[in-house]
C-alpha cells in the first residue's frame, strides 16, 4: 500500500563529513518537511530516485583545494532543485561552478556577525537589525575568494567577504556559516525558507501526520500476525510499544526482562505504564532474570566483557522466552535513523565507530522473526514527540539515557549484587535532588558511578573504610561532544551529603568535570 504524502515532499542532505549533518536534517524535520542524509558518493541513480524538492550539502572537515576530497556527485546540480550549499558544500558548489576558495589568513570558528545584502532571497527581510547585522556560528578555514559567473554575494563579514552566495537565476544557494546550530540566531528561520518557501513544501512532517502514517503502515505490513517487542522501560522501545499497541492492539507481546542493572523502581513503572487497564492493550511478560545476569558476571572486571556477557544473556533469556510463543512472526526493535545512518557509516568505511548499536542486526538472524522498526526513519527528539503524542507519560518520555547493560558498566570493575545495589540508591538520591533543584531537564545525562576503591571517612567518633561514589551530568545537543555540567556547588553538596548519610558503605563522592572529549560520557 502507498504511504502518505508526508514523504513525498522531502530534501536530501548530503553528508560531507561535518560534525552538524544530522543536525542540519533535524532542523529540516523541526520545520516540517521529511529528509534522509546520503553520503556524498551517492550515484546518480539513486539520486534520481529519492526524487527530493530540494538538497542541502553539508560542512565537513576536508579542504576542497586539495584534490582527493569529497565533491558535489555527478548530476546534483543539474536536477533543477534547489540546492543549499552549507560552509564546505558552498565551497564545493563554488568550486565545481568556476569559482574560487583558498585559505584565508584569518580564520573564524565561533561567533561572528554577518551583513546581509538587500538581494538576498534566502535571508532578506529576516526579524532582525539590519543595521547590526545576522549573529551567525562560523566554522571554516578556506573561504570562497571568487563566486563563480552568475552568483551574487549576499551576505559578508569583516574577514570573510563572501560569507553567502546566490545565484541570479538558477535555485543554488551558498551559506558559509552554519544555520543548524543555535548559536545563529533564526537558523531555523532560515531552514524553514529553504524548505517550504524555495522548495514549495507543505510542512506535513508533524506528530499527527507521522503517528497516523506509521499506524497505518504497521497494520498493512502485519496484518493479522502476531508481534514481539523486547521492552526495555527506555524511550525508543517504550514508544514502539505505545505505537504498536495502538496500531495492532493484543496483536503484540512485550517481554521486559529484569537483568538486575536497572535502576530504582524501573521495573515497577514499566509494569504501570504498560498495565493492561491503563492506556495501552498491551501482554506484557516480566522475567526476572536477575541471578543469571549476575552470576554470569562474577569475577569479570573487563568493560567490553561485561557488555558483550550482558548483551549474550539479555539475548539468551529473550530468546528462551521468545520459543515459548510459538505463534510470533514479527520481532519489533526501537531502531531510530542515527543508528541506521552510523551503522551504514561504519559498513562503508566513512565513519569511526566508538560503539555498536544493539538495535540494528544480530537478533533477527538468530530468531528467524520478519522484523519491524516503526522509529527507524526519526531523531531522538521525534521519538520523545511521538511518544508524548501517544499518551506517554513526560517522565517517561524525557528521562535520560540509559546504556544497554544498565548499571553494568557504572560499576568500575567486577559487579557483585551488594555494589549494584548501593549505585542503585545513590544513583536516585542524585536524580531526585536534580528534579527537587528543576535542574534534571537543564543537563541531558545524569547519573552514579561506583568506583573500586576504598577511601578513610570519619562517622561520629568512628572510622569509616568505604567505596567511593562518582557523580557524572553533562551537557551536550548531540551526544557526539558534552561538556560537563556546571552545577550548583549547594546541589552537589546536597546530594553528597545524601548519599554519605544514607549509605552507610560510602565514604566518599566526587564529581567529575570532564568532557567529551577527550573523556567519554560513561566511565565503562
Known amino acids: 500500500m502507498t504511504r502518505s504524502n508526508i514523504h513525498d515532499q522531502r530534501l536530501l542532505v548530503i553528508d560531507f563529513g561535518s560534525q552538524y549533518t544530522q543536525l542540519i536534517a533535524r532542523r529540516v524535520r523541526e520545520v516540517g518537511v521529511y529528509c534522509e542524509i546520503y553520503p556524498f558518493d551517492i550515484d546518480n541513480s539513486a539520486l534520481v530516485a529519492f526524487a527530493p524538492r530540494g538538497i542541502i550539502l553539508s560542512g565537513g572537515p576536508e579542504s576542497v583545494t586539495e584534490g582527493a576530497t569529497p565533491r558535489i556527485p555527478e548530476g546534483l546540480l543539474d536536477l533543477g532543485v534547489p540546492v543549499l550549499g552549507i560552509c564546505y558544500g558552498m565551497q564545493a558548489m563554488a568550486v565545481q561552478l568556476g569559482g ?38 562560523m566554522s571554516h578555514g578556506d573561504k570562497v575568494l571568487s563566486a563563480p559567473n552568475g552568483f551574487n554575494v549576499t551576505a559578508s563579514t569583516a574577514s570573510t567577504p563572501i560569507a553567502a552566495i546566490e545565484h541570479t537565476e538558477r535555485p543554488l544557494f551558498g551559506l558559509q556559516f552554519h544555520p543548524e546550530v543555535t548559536q545563529t540566531q533564526q537558523g531555523v528561520e532560515i531552514y524553514r525558507r529553504f524548505a517550504i518557501e524555495i522548495c514549495g513544501c507543505d510542512g506535513v512532517w508533524t506528530a499527527d501526520h507521522i503517528v497516523t502514517d506509521a499506524i497505518n503502515h504497521i497494520r498493512d505490513l502485519v496484518g493479522d500476525e502476531k508481534v514481539l517487542l523486547g521492552l526495555s522501560g527506555g524511550v525508543d522501545s517504550s514508544v514502539v510499544a505505545a505505537m504498536l499497541s495502538r496500531a495492532i492492539g493484543d496483536q503484540l507481546t512485550c517481554v521486559f526482562v529484569d537483568n538486575g542493572l536497572l535502576r530504582k523502581n524501573e521495573r515497577d513503572e514499566v509494569e504501570a505504564t504498560f498495565a493492561p487497564s491503563n492506556t495501552f492493550d498491551v501482554k506484557l511478560v516480566t522475567v526476572d532474570a536477575q541471578d543469571e545476569f549476575l552470576d554470569r558476571l562474577k569475577g569479570v572486571n573487563d568493560p567490553e566483557t561485561k557488555r558483550k556477557i550482558i548483551g549474550n544473556t539479555f539475548i539468551d533469556v529473550f530468546e528462551r522466552e521468545a520459543n515459548k510463543l510459538t505463534d510470533v512472526a514479527w520481532l519489533a526493535q526501537g531502531t531510530i535513523y542515527p543508528d541506521v545512518i552510523e551503522s551504514a557509516a561504519s559498513q ?38 511521538i511518544g508524548l503524542h501517544l499518551g506517554l507519560p513526560r517522565e517517561l518520555v524525557f528521562r535520560h539515557p540509559f546504556p544497554g547493560p544498565g548499571l553494568g558498566v557504572r560499576i568500575l570493575g567486577e559487579v557483585c549484587r551488594t555494589y549494584v545495589d548501593v549505585l542503585r540508591e545513590a544513583d536516585a538520591i542524585f536524580l531526585e535532588e536534580l528534579r527537587r533543584a528543576d535542574y534534571y531537564d537543564r543537563v541531558s545525562q545524569a547519573f552514579a558511578v561506583y568506583l573500586p576503591v576504598k577511601s578513610v571517612g570519619v562517622v561520629g567518633d568512628g572510622r569509616r573504610y568505604e567505596h567511593v561514589i562518582a557523580l557524572r551530568a553533562v551537557e551536550t545537543v548531540d551526544f557526539m561532544t558534552a561538556r560537563w555540567a556546571q552545577l550548583p556547588y549547594a546541589l552537589i553538596e546536597r546530594v553528597s551529603n545524601r548519599i554519605m548519610n544514607e549509605i552507610s558503605t560510602i565514604s566518599r563522592v566526587v564529581y567529575d568535570v570532564s568532557s567529551k572529549p577527550p573523556a567519554t560520557i560513561e566511565w565503562e
Open 348 to 385: 562503508h568505511g566513512k565513519a569511526h565507530v566508538i560503539k555498536s548499536h544493539h538495535n540494528v542486526g544480530g537478533l533477527p538472524e538468530r530468531m528467524a522473526l520478519k522484523l519491524i522498526e516503526p522509529l527507524r526513519e526519526l531523531f531522538k527528539d521525534e521519538v520523545r514527540e
Open 100 to 137: 574560487a576558495v583558498g585559505g584565508s589568513d584569518v580564520r573564524e570558528f565561533g561567533h561572528a556577525v554577518v551583513e546581509i545584502a538587500s538581494n538576498s532571497r534566502l535571508l532578506q527581510s529576516l526579524d532582525l537589525d539590519l543595521n547590526r547585522g545576522l549573529p551567525v556560528w
